[in-house]
């Protein structure tokens, strides 16, 4: 079976512009969260979306959004990027409320 | 709030010797999880061991096992007979028990670096 997996692998983007991030969760996965995870630091919690509806957010300015498509997918979206966004961008995804999260292997974003 | 923290930045440990990784947490709760993420250079998180708080038993996975002290929120990672291949940024996390809901994210501790010598 596929784990989590996200794309692209690695990025490079200018300050100001917008980057669109992407995960695809565990087959029968619903949950899927975004994790933002600067340099020597844990990973900080951005999104969770749970059946398609935003289910919590941390605490991140309102240039970042999500979604979660129809087949538990999901986009992040960072508009206006900035110099400190530059991190890895983990997205996880969960069976059940019970469960673990399984992660993938990130997007390492980069602003210049 | 929530936090997580772990005490030591970097730890060595010689092959085949044994390694303990400490975490303590804070919360008001008094259900929930517990988990260890090992995150190698490859970037990938991925779970060592999780322990649920209302089970007094401490979990066990192979050469992996914890030491959970509820009434002093410690919660530490125990590795017996350590291999080159356990090399990597170890990470305890916090969630909040959700009973059947969607909701609860992990929150982490700053990590732990372990080397492992040969």
């Known amino acids: 079976d596929a784990g989590v997996t996200q794309s692209p692998t690695h990025l490079i983007k200018t300050r100001g512009q917008h980057v669109t991030l992407r995960c695809s969760p565990i087959?029968?996965?619903?949950?899927v969260s975004w994790y933002q995870q600067v340099l020597g630091q844990g990973p900080q919690f951005i999104f969770q979306?749970?059946?398609?509806?935003?289910?919590g957010r941390g605490n991140f300015p309102d240039r970042f959004s999500a979604r979660q498509f129809p087949n538990y997918s999901s986009e992040l979206n960072v508009n206006a990027l900035l110099l400190g966004d530059s991190a890895l961008y983990l997205c996880?995804?969960?069976?059940?409320?019970?469960?673990?999260?399984?992660f993938g292997s990130g997007t390492r974003l980069t602003v210049v | 709030a929530q936090t997580v923290t772990q005490s030591q930045p970097e730890m060595s440990v010689q092959e085949a010797e044994t390694v303990t990784l400490s975490c303590t947490y804070d919360?008001?709760?008094?259900?929930?999880?517990l988990f260890w993420y090992k995150q190698p250079p490859s970037r990938q998180m991925i779970l060592v061991i999780r322990?649920?708080?209302?089970?007094?038993q401490n979990a066990t996975e192979n050469r992996f096992s914890v030491n959970f002290q509820k009434a002093a929120k410690s919660f530490s990672l125990k590795i017996s007979d350590s291999q080159l291949g356990d090399a990597a940024m170890y990470f305890c996390?916090?969630?909040?028990?959700?009973?059947?809901?969607?909701?609860?994210?992990?929150?982490f501790g700053k990590g732990t670096k372990l080397s492992v010598k040969p």
């Open positions: 919360t008001s709760e008094s259900d929930y999880y």
């Open positions: 996880a995804s969960r069976w059940t409320g019970m469960g673990g999260y399984t």
């Open positions: 996390a916090y969630r909040h028990f959700n009973y059947g809901g969607s909701q609860g994210n992990l929150i």
């Open positions: 322990q649920e708080a209302y089970k007094q």
């Open positions: 087959s029968g996965h619903k949950s």
């Open positions: 979306y749970y059946e398609k509806e935003e289910r």
